[in-house]
């Protein structure tokens, strides 16, 4: 299954907490950027950010990248979860909102919304995630929000208090 021939702008969120953050979500990046049929069209500042369910570990470095993909929504998905595994990655229940190497969200996929078996797209918390709203403004704040308007709008209607951007650590240079 493709994308539209012409593709679509897709958002992806990215974090880490373990080992070298900065340098797993840099490595990220690059992978996105490396998949077929697909541009980085921007990538964040890197920002420091309380953990978010699970509060007893390391704080998370989080960015967001926007891309331009070919791929259909399950195909880019299982790209991120496979750059996730090249990362070190292992998944399961107990892992739930805990300490990771890498982690990548399909945000928002073309301004559509997508409700499969492990596929929801607007990423199901995203409204509520400062962490995640914070950088993805940064990159892609006019984008699509179904129910939300916009990722500014959305942005707007929560607190973004402890989403701090890491000095010395730029995005896309």
């Known amino acids: 299954m493709t994308a539209a021939l012409d593709g679509v702008r897709a958002c ?28 980085l069209l921007a990538l964040s500042r890197f920002y420091r950010t309380p953990a978010w369910g699970r509060v007893d570990q390391p704080d998370f470095i989080n960015a967001a990248a926007l891309v331009h993909t070919r791929l259909a929504p399950e195909v880019l998905l299982e790209s991120l979860l496979r750059i996730e595994r090249e990362a070190g990655r292992e998944r399961g229940p ?10 990548l969200d399909l945000l928002l996929y073309g301004g559509q919304v997508i409700d499969r078996p492990g596929l929801r797209v607007p990423h199901p918390h995203l409204h509520e995630r400062a962490f995640a709203l914070v950088p993805l403004a940064e990159v892609a704040a006019a984008e699509p929000f179904p129910g939300h308007g916009t990722v ?22």
């Open 12 to 39: 992806i969120g990215l974090g880490a907490n373990l080992g070298q953050p900065a340098l797993a979500l840099r490595h990220a990046a690059d992978a996105l950027a490396a998949l077929p049929g697909t541009r």
């Open 94 to 103: 107990e892992s739930r909102w805990g300490p990771r190497v890498l982690d």
């Open 152 to 173: 500014a709008e959305a942005l707007r209607a929560i607190d973004g208090t402890g989403v701090e951007p890491v000095q010395g650590v730029a995005g896309l240079d």
